[in-house]
């Protein structure tokens, strides 16, 4: 009969047989199934996002999940250059999925991470990379409990694309939708805008901008959960983070989804002075730029100084209750300027700086 010792010794014989990554650089046969994809995803992807699930390597992870509501999401990362000042594709494929959770109302809890390497990435980036997922997902409170590895030829891929798909629990006195927003609510932001897209633009190197502009790339659970924590739940009535197309876009899509208007205040929108410089110089309104780390909330009225208020002791400094729900431009946007000026403001037809995200 087997004894403890025995069994002990046995998984250990069995460790020292496996095969250990020694390539300097991603090959196919790292994306065989065999000893080589054993080796990068044990010594790369196990080591960083080492968890009781994950470690066992089972065709999928196993987690208990309280009564209620769930939300799930997922979203694709290939942005370009997978590095750029503030963040990495890494954060970002993190921070992006926990964020689209945190604004459906949910308190985000696992993550998913499936990637595309394509032959001749540099094992070193690969490993710098799941290193800042694994450290973005530690910030955001979240785990990495199961994901997935293919290797393509060169030139069929851009060095790396990341897969996340995202599960969080929703609270049940949470109801958050385009049907609850009412005329006289107001719009809150959580932060500034356009740092994001400006960064990743400038980081392309092929532009004569020379601004220290770093990406807003960021976590924004712990805000919304700080919103929802200062003010009766069902007051907040509407959450979105503003990314691709920027906070216009997603100005006009709430316009559109409750059929009333949305009122911005120009001046209470926070855009950091270099930014706004890029922009300027490049032709681009803010309010269209790609942003990874704030959050747009539609609160009532009543409810809305306590928001801001909690949102800044949070953390979140530039807060600010930035424009309202009104019914004289139904389906559409408008920015007052500081003169007492009106603009509309419209959804993009094109984006102006792809491959962001």
């Known amino acids: 009969m087997r004894t403890e010792e025995d069994a002990l ?4 014989r069995a460790r020292s047989r496996r095969a250990k990554l020694t390539d300097d650089q991603v090959t196919l046969a790292h994306g065989s199934g065999g000893k080589a994809a054993a080796a ?3 010594d ?3 080591d960083a996002f080492s968890s009781e699930s994950a470690g066992e390597l089972l065709d999928a992870a196993v987690m208990d999940v309280t009564a209620g509501r769930i939300a799930f999401t997922t979203d694709s990362y290939v942005v370009q250059p997978i590095r750029f000042p503030g963040a990495s594709i890494g954060e970002l494929a993190v921070n992006g999925t926990v964020n689209d959770l945190a604004v459906s109302g949910a308190v985000p809890k696992w993550l998913s991470a499936g990637f595309v390497l394509e032959e001749g990435l540099a094992i070193d980036e690969l490993r710098a990379i799941a290193a800042d997922m694994r450290r973005t997902a530690d910030q955001a409170g979240v785990r990495i409990v199961t994901g997935d590895t293919k290797v393509v030829p060169r030139g069929a891929a851009d060095q790396v694309f990341i897969n996340t798909a995202g599960i969080g629990v929703v609270p049940s006195e949470r109801q958050l939708g385009a049907a609850q927003v009412r005329t006289g609510d107001r719009v809150i932001l ?3 805008i356009a740092a994001h897209g400006m960064a990743v633009m ?3 190197g092929n532009l004569a901008l020379n601004a220290s502009i770093a990406s807003d790339s960021a976590p924004v659970n712990g805000l919304v959960e700080a919103l929802f924590g200062a003010v ?5 009535k509407w959450m979105r983070d503003p990314t691709r197309g920027g906070l ?4 006009n899509e709430l316009a559109r989804d409750t059929d009333l208007g949305v009122m911005l205040d120009e001046e209470a929108i926070a855009v950091a002075p270099d930014v706004r410089g890029a922009c300027d110089m490049l032709g681009i309104d803010p309010l269209y730029v790609a942003n990874e780390g704030c959050f747009v909330s539609v609160v009532a009225e009543g409810a809305a100084d306590a928001g801001v208020k909690a949102l800044r002791a949070a953390g979140a400094g530039q807060a600010a209750i930035i424009g309202e729900i009104v019914s004289d431009l139904p389906g559409m946007v408008g920015v007052r300027n500081p003169f007492g000026g009106t603009r509309l403001v419209d959804m993009l037809v ?3 700086l792809p491959r962001i995200c």
Do not use: E, N
Request: net charge negative; hydrophobic share 45%.
């Open 248 to 251: 216009g876009t997603v100005a």
């Open 40 to 42: 990068l995803i044990r």
């Open 232 to 236: 009766d739940p069902l007051a907040v």
């Open 202 to 204: 400038i980081a392309r």
């Open 9 to 12: 010794q046995q998984i250990d």
């Open 44 to 46: 790369v992807f196990i």
């Open 190 to 192: 959580s932060g500034p």
């Open 350 to 352: 094109t984006d102006p």
